[in-house]
């Protein structure tokens, strides 16, 4: 049988509709495949092209701590004591971490920015808002930054009742401690050596005046005499070269106030602080504490045995010292400063009288005479310990102000010369404001201005007593002279000063003193 079929006309024609078709097929088909693989091309290059989202690693927040130490052997600008001036600073870091003498490496290290102590605020209540004069400043307003620039220091002389003299006289009185310091530090001497006390006065002079182991023109000095008395401290129980004399309480209670504010300062800056300072100075400050009588005040030698000799002068330094402490941020291992300060306040109080003079030792002790001299001492511990507005500083100030009515007599045998009055007084007087600082501004400024040699030393004045005419030994000659230097310009610097420790009002607005 055969397969064969024969073709007609119209199985053709089918044929060729047919094969139209499939090829219309076939081509829709394809441009269909080659459209789809088209738009799976572009799909692909779409999400291929969204950027991929980062892969985000979350970290714990660490804390924000300071910089590193500045290490040794790095030398960097130095910031002068005065403006327009670039040197070198070299800073001793002792390295002892035992009681025994320090032997001081030397590094070169950074000054910090002119902000360094910006927002550093010192003191609690100084001053009254209720009178003319310097106690009616705000809280707040006043900083370390401040004193340290030269255009606001004299801004604040000028208005708190100073001259330009006035710093003229602080530089060079500066200028002339430096040539009277000794090799190793210090300042002061002989045989009756308080050498630890003559250094803190010294070196409070220089703070007040804002001047630092950083300072170009005094650096130096100030870095050697804080060296000084750390070695002290770290060699002995007790700030002085002397510790069995019965004067060790004024000796130790001086040079301690003095290493409380350096260390004040040093701890602001961007700088390693001297080596043992920190260590040394609660070391003071506890031994402060410790010595402490019942009644409140301190003895000779730190006696606190029955019938110590207890009275306000001694008292007078060490409270200035653990105020000074307070206001540094120091921690005691042996008991609360502000403790201490309430219980001083006490025996202040013991040793008013209604007139507003204050004894020598509290009634019923051998000796409680009424003396001119410690009326500003009795006031400005008051201030210090929190009790500015009591009734016994009040009458106090009333007394100063009534008693200061014409210029000291700088070389007369009275109380008119006597520095030591003075230095407290000034204080106390600046701490009010108002009229009795006007009355004891007219009285001393001109007069200490006046007392002082082209050579940047003060003359010796005529009061019977130290730093006066009396003492005429060479031994004590040394001692006098840097006493009578520091108390001097200690005074001059009070415009722009205020001690880290002052008054309190009676709720009124206050400002901050500065160190």
Not at 136 to 149: A, F, N, Q
Request: neutral net charge.
């Amino acid at each position: 049988m055969s397969l064969h079929i024969e073709s007609t006309e119209e199985v053709l024609a089918e044929l060729k509709r047919q094969r139209a078709k499939s090829l219309a097929a076939a081509i829709s088909v394809s441009f269909l495949g080659v459209a789809l693989m088209g738009l799976l091309l572009y799909l692909v290059n779409i999400i291929t092209a969204i950027p991929e989202e980062p892969a985000v690693t979350v970290y714990p927040m660490e804390e924000r701590r300071g910089e590193d130490p500045i290490k040794p052997e790095i030398t960097r600008p130095q910031r002068p004591s005065s403006p327009h001036q670039k040197s070198e600073v070299r800073i001793v870091v002792s390295t002892a971490t035992t009681d025994v003498p320090i032997n001081n490496p030397e590094i070169d290290v950074e000054i910090p920015s002119d902000t360094f102590s910006e927002g550093l605020e010192f003191g609690d209540n100084i001053g009254f808002n209720n009178g003319k004069g310097p106690g009616g400043y705000e809280p707040d307003d006043i900083t370390l930054s401040k004193r340290c620039d030269l255009n606001d220091r004299m801004k604040r002389i000028t208005e708190n009742g100073g001259t330009p003299q006035c710093e003229e006289a602080v530089v060079k009185s500066l200028r002339w401690l430096q040539k009277q310091q000794n090799k190793d530090g210090s300042w002061g001497g002989g045989g009756q050596n308080y050498k630890c006390s003559m250094t803190g006065l010294a070196l409070l002079a220089y703070l007040a005046h804002c001047e630092t182991p950083l300072s170009e023109e005094f650096g130096d000095s100030v870095l050697k005499g804080i060296s000084f008395l750390v070695d002290q401290g770290m060699k002995a129980p007790v700030l002085s070269l002397v510790p069995q004399m019965n004067e060790v309480s004024y000796d130790h209670a001086i040079a301690t106030y003095a290493l409380c504010e350096a260390y004040a300062f040093c701890k602001q800056m961007d700088i390693p602080s001297i080596s043992n300072l920190e260590r040394v100075t609660v070391k003071a400050v506890d031994r402060i504490l410790d010595g402490q009588n019942n009644n409140g005040g301190w003895a000779y030698n730190y006696n606190t045995r029955a019938g110590a000799h207890t009275d306000l002068s001694v008292t007078g330094w060490n409270v200035q010292a653990l105020k000074a402490a307070e206001h540094g941020g120091i921690k005691p291992t042996k008991g609360e400063i502000r403790t201490a300060l309430r219980k001083a306040a006490m025996y202040c109080r013991k040793c008013s009288k209604p007139d507003g003079l204050f004894t020598y030792m509290q009634e019923g002790r051998e000796d409680a005479t009424a003396r001119p001299s410690l009326v500003g001492v009795g006031v400005l511990s008051l201030q210090m310990c929190g009790s500015g507005s009591d009734s016994a500083a009040r009458k106090g100030l009333d007394w100063m102000l009534k008693n200061t009515n014409k210029p000291f007599n700088w070389r007369a045998n009275n109380t008119s010369s006597n520095l030591y009055q003075h230095y407290y007084g000034v204080q106390a007087a600046m701490n009010r404001g108002g009229d009795v600082w006007t009355a004891y501004n007219r009285a001393f400024r001109d007069a200490t201005l006046g007392a002082q040699a082209s050579d940047g030393s003060f003359a010796p004045n005529g009061f019977g007593g130290p730093g006066g005419n009396v003492q005429t030994s060479q031994n004590r000659h040394a001692n006098d002279r840097i006493y009578r230097q520091c108390l001097a310009t200690l005074m001059l610097e009070v415009y722009y000063r205020f001690l880290p420790g002052t008054g309190e009002g009676a709720g009124m607005a206050f400002n901050r003193p500065v160190l």
